[in-house]
């Protein structure tokens, strides 16, 4: 490599770096999974399906074209396994833990990088909270791994208890969603098994919430008996998680409580639990317990709002994140009340956050508008249904209305690029292929137009 060479690498900004990072663990995962040691007949399967299967994975979403259980082999499904958790923690997030294992020292560039990939607001701390992130992932990740062993070591071996338990552990706190159940209860039947168990449904409800919240929340939480407080950004992501998952469970359970092919036939407690479970899963988790295309409309589009919100910054979700939503709703509250801050615990929030979010807001409403129109095209199916499974895309979310499995292949190199603009950031992505043209020397004239 020459001279010039190195000195553009070294130059790429800190989004070309992480577009270009998750971009090349697509292609290789796709590589290793179309090999034919990956599937479970030794005949490899479609390169297409592959690139989807490893673009899902890589950006944590969990949409399939083809059932994890049935089709991949034991080899198949660890390469999936693993894209996941290094989809989940970022590619950067592991390469620094690992670089640190080594003692070499971590340069400014790639502390730009770390910042950028955990949308952290200060560079202070950065490497305290690496360590830290590893430290949540592999004891959340182990813990419950452990529990779900235990309890499908009723349902079945005890080793292979512990494999479902920990591919299970590690694809639901990266919020990817993918299961091996198809082997057991048939292709692409998914949780439905456990509608009414709480065992099973609240350690996954956990394992979804805590992969949302993000590590920099669980690290303000688990310091606050030392700190005594948590910063703004915890205090936002905690307040709109809980509003959203209250209002995300009784809408759901008020919409489905008259359906026969959902709730009707279900106890109470089932409908509870069930309610809780999908509101708790659309924000990013991807699993469900009842058929989602048995939902009535108005219910998938209440998941459709939910998905589109998504998790909070800094996690292993996707969607505008949480605290955009508040952003947002905070600038309505503002503006109606005739005030000229949006302010949140006594907090006054800065003009670039509110532009930083309306910018992210519009720009993933567009991209999703736009795709959805375009699958509209292509395929020959409702536009609800198109929307649907293009918010999920987008949103990192991995519910799916059965459409997947039966897309054209044009249909799937189009959700794999939402997919990947999703995990990526529409806003990271427009800063990779941009240039910078760094601050205003001068401001223009005011103007004013008519608004209302």
């Not at 409702?382 to 499974?389: A, G, S, Y």
């Not at 799937?412 to 427009?430: D, E, H, N, S, Y």
Request: proline letters at 2%; a positive charge; aromatic letters at 10%.
């Amino acid at each position: 490599m020459n001279i010039k060479s190195k000195k553009q690498i070294s130059y790429l900004s800190p989004a070309k770096v992480l577009t270009y990072g998750f971009a090349i663990i697509i292609i290789l995962g796709t590589f290793l999974l179309s090999l034919d040691i990956a599937s479970i007949n030794g005949s490899g399967i479609k390169l297409v399906d592959a690139f989807f299967i490893a673009t899902s994975a890589t950006c944590v979403t969990g949409l399939v074209v083809v059932d994890i259980g049935t089709q991949f082999s034991v080899f198949g499904q660890l390469v999936v396994m693993v894209l996941t958790q290094i989809g989940g923690l970022g590619f950067m997030a592991l390469g620094t833990l690992i670089a640190l294992a080594f003692n070499r020292r971590i340069s400014l560039r790639e502390r730009l990088v770390l910042q950028e990939s955990m949308n952290y607001n200060s560079m202070g701390g950065l490497i305290t909270l690496m360590r830290r992130v590893l430290l949540y992932s592999l004891v959340i990740e182990g813990v419950g791994a452990v529990l779900l062993a235990a309890r499908w070591s009723f349902d079945m071996p005890i080793g292979k208890a512990l494999y479902f338990g920990l591919f299970h552990s590690i694809s639901i706190f990266n919020n990817a969603g993918f299961d091996l159940f198809g082997q057991i209860h048939g292709p692409f039947s998914g949780m439905g098994k456990y509608i009414g168990d709480p065992f099973v449904n609240v350690i996954l409800m956990v394992l979804i919430f805590l992969g949302g919240i993000g590590f920099i929340v669980i690290s303000d939480l688990l310091n606050y008996r030392t700190t005594k407080q948590l910063s703004l950004h915890s205090k936002v992501v905690l307040t709109m998680s809980g509003s959203l998952i209250l209002v995300g469970a009784m809408l759901f359970l008020i919409m489905e409580w008259s359906n026969p092919a959902t709730l009707k036939l279900l106890t109470l407690k089932d409908d509870i639990l069930a309610s809780f479970f999908h509101s708790i899963s659309a924000r990013s988790g991807g699993v469900s317990t009842l058929s989602i295309s048995d939902l009535r409309h108005s219910t998938q589009f209440l998941l459709i709002i939910l998905m589109f919100i998504g998790a909070a910054p800094g996690s292993t979700g996707g969607g505008i994140k949480v605290t955009v939503f508040a952003i947002l709703l905070g600038a309505i509250y503002a503006m109606l009340r005739g005030k000229q801050d949006i302010v949140f615990f006594r907090k006054r929030l800065s003009k670039e956050s509110i532009l930083r979010a309306i910018t992210q807001t519009w720009l993933a409403l567009f991209l999703v508008v736009f795709i959805a129109m375009i699958l509209s095209v292509v395929e020959s199916r409702d536009f609800l249904v198109l929307l649907f499974e293009t918010t999920s895309a987008f949103s990192t979310a991995g519910l799916t209305l059965d459409l997947t499995p039966d897309l054209t292949n044009l249909s799937k190199i189009i959700l794999c690029l939402v997919m990947f603009l999703g995990r990526v950031g529409p806003m990271t992505m427009a800063y990779a292929i941009t240039a910078s043209s760094g601050k205003e020397s001068y401001r223009l004239p005011e103007g004013k137009i008519t608004i209302g």
